[in-house]
T-cell receptor, first 112, second 112 residues
Framework: DAGVIQSPRHEVTEMGQEVTLRCKPI?????LFWYRQTMMRGLELLIY????????DSGMPEDRFSAKMPNASFSTLKIQPSEPRDSAVYFC??????????FGQGTRLTVV | GNSVTQMEGPVTLSEEAFLTINCTYT??????LFWYVQYPGEGLQLLLK?????DKGSNKGFEATYRKETTSFHLEKGSVQVSDSAVYFC???????????FGAGTTVTVRA
């Protein structure tokens, strides 16, 4: 298995633009997590899905952020409109409940 | 809810020094416990894990023992190397809520 695949690896966008981050979890894993990492706040859980259903989205910062998981092999995190304070590294991870979570390489987002 | 508290950094050590990073947790039931490591510019990767009380996880010279009586999972290494410089995260996964919760991370720098 290729592991958790995230795209793009790097994204630079202008303030106000829509940004979509993509994640392909490991086949067979039924839990998926989106995290954001910044120097100021560390690693923050934004949302997690179990069996494609959002279980906890309390970490989503505001309505500009939305996440979907239309099927077991794909998830997106969308920011619309983007702001400079959204600049961070966004990680996707997948796992079986209670077991090891495997992380993707992350998407480094820069909003200018 | 479940939560993890780990020792704040940064920690700076000389090569061959002893490293310990404290981690305590709050959880219902019997969670699984993990240490993840993040090397500069990379995603998180699993370092070691323990799934029940008194289990000892070990990898690359690092060890941590699941102590239910003290709700702790401290990370130790007897002789660190420059290549151990990284950010270390303690994490917990509950079988009841599927959520993977991370501590704030501890930055470790090892000097030659």
């Amino acid at each position: 298995d290729a592991g958790v695949i995230q795209s793009p690896r790097h994204e630079v966008t202008e303030m106000g633009q829509e940004v979509t981050l993509r994640c392909k979890p490991i086949s067979g894993h039924n839990s998926l997590f989106w995290y954001r990492q910044t120097m100021m706040r560390g690693l923050e859980l934004l949302i997690y899905f179990n069996n494609n259903v959002p279980i906890d989205d309390s970490g989503m910062p505001e309505d500009r952020f939305s996440a979907k998981m239309p099927n077991a092999s794909f998830s997106t995190l969308k920011i619309q409109p983007s702001e400079p304070r959204d600049s961070a590294v966004y990680f996707c991870a997948s796992s079986l409940p209670g077991f090891i979570a495997f992380f993707g390489q992350g998407t480094r987002l820069t909003v200018v | 809810g479940n939560s993890v508290t780990q020792m704040e950094g940064p920690v700076t050590l000389s090569e061959e020094a002893f490293l310990t990073i404290n981690c305590t947790y709050t959880a219902t039931g019997y969670p699984s416990l993990f240490w993840y490591v993040q090397y500069p510019g990379e995603g998180l990767q699993l370092l070691l894990k323990a799934t029940k009380a008194d289990d000892k996880g070990s990898n690359k010279g690092f060890e941590a023992t699941y102590r239910k009586e003290t709700t702790s999972f401290h990370l130790e290494k007897g002789s660190v190397q420059v290549s151990d410089s990284a950010v270390y995260f303690c994490a917990l996964s509950g079988l009841d809520d599927y959520k993977l919760s991370f501590g704030a991370g501890t930055t470790v720098t090892v000097r030659a």
